[in-house]
């Protein structure tokens, strides 16, 4: 079974502090996305990364950067965390195409942050 | 690009069928998804079904695809209160190589026992 796993559940942070989420998948995906979720807007694509060192903006880039250093690994990162910043933010990983027959994407559990 | 829109919210009584309705914009997705979300939890695939099929049979779960109206469905029978969650309807997004989805805002379904 994939499994992807997010470092924590629930994360309470001031305004202005740099927060990490980090992500990790074992199952050697290509793909990993960060989305954040919020009541009535369903889930919005902050970044994705396609290989390690890549990423590209998804729709809501901005107050937001990533990392992945690793395959395996992708981190979010709030330079500079505000408190419209308070959301659920999930992972996601998937296979790139050419290797999956589809774009089924596998998600982490989900950390809710407050910014206080 | 790509749009999917679901209703908010539904309501049905233990024992019922629920069904749950998506539209979405972009006739060359190849493949549609639902995924469900308990509370407090991450999104769970239920099922997906291909762009060339009208329908695909799960156990309680059935998927009706009109591609012509390009409109969605899931049903699911003899609904449970296990069964109250968030339901996202996610088309793929064509092109490039990163095989992006677009979600739907999510229905919450709610059973009443």
């Known amino acids: 079974d994939v499994k992807v796993t997010q470092s924590s559940r629930y994360l309470v942070k001031r305004t202005g502090e740099k927060v990490f989420l980090e992500c990790v998948q074992d199952?050697?995906?290509?793909?990993m996305f960060w989305y954040r979720q919020d009541p009535g807007l369903g889930l919005r694509l902050i970044y994705f990364?396609?290989?390690?060192?890549?990423?590209e903006k998804g729709d809501i880039p901005e107050g937001y950067s990533v990392s992945r250093e690793k395959k395996e690994r992708f981190s979010l990162i709030l330079e500079s965390a505000s408190t419209n910043q308070t959301s659920m933010y999930l992972c996601?990983?998937?296979?790139?195409?050419?290797?999956?027959?589809?774009?089924?994407?596998?998600f982490g559990p989900g950390t809710r942050l407050t910014v206080l | 690009g790509e749009d999917v829109e679901q209703s908010l919210f539904l309501s049905v009584r233990e024992g019922d069928s629920s069904v749950i309705n998506c539209t979405y914009t972009d006739s060359s997705s190849t493949y549609l998804y639902w995924y469900k979300q308990e509370p407090g939890a991450g999104l769970q695939l239920l099922t997906y079904?291909?762009?060339?099929?009208d329908m695909k049979q799960d156990q309680r779960l059935t998927v009706l695809l009109n591609k012509k109206d390009k409109h969605l469905s899931l049903r699911i029978a003899d609904t449970q209160t296990g069964d109250s969650a968030i339901y996202f309807c996610a088309a793929g997004a064509p092109g490039g190589a990163t095989n992006k989805l677009i979600f739907g805002t999510g229905t919450l379904l709610a059973v009443q026992p």
């Open positions: 079904i291909f762009s060339n099929m």
């Open positions: 199952m050697d995906h290509e793909n």
């Open positions: 996601a990983s998937s296979l790139v195409g050419g290797r999956a027959k589809t774009d089924t994407q596998y």
């Open positions: 990364s396609y290989d390690v060192k890549m990423k």
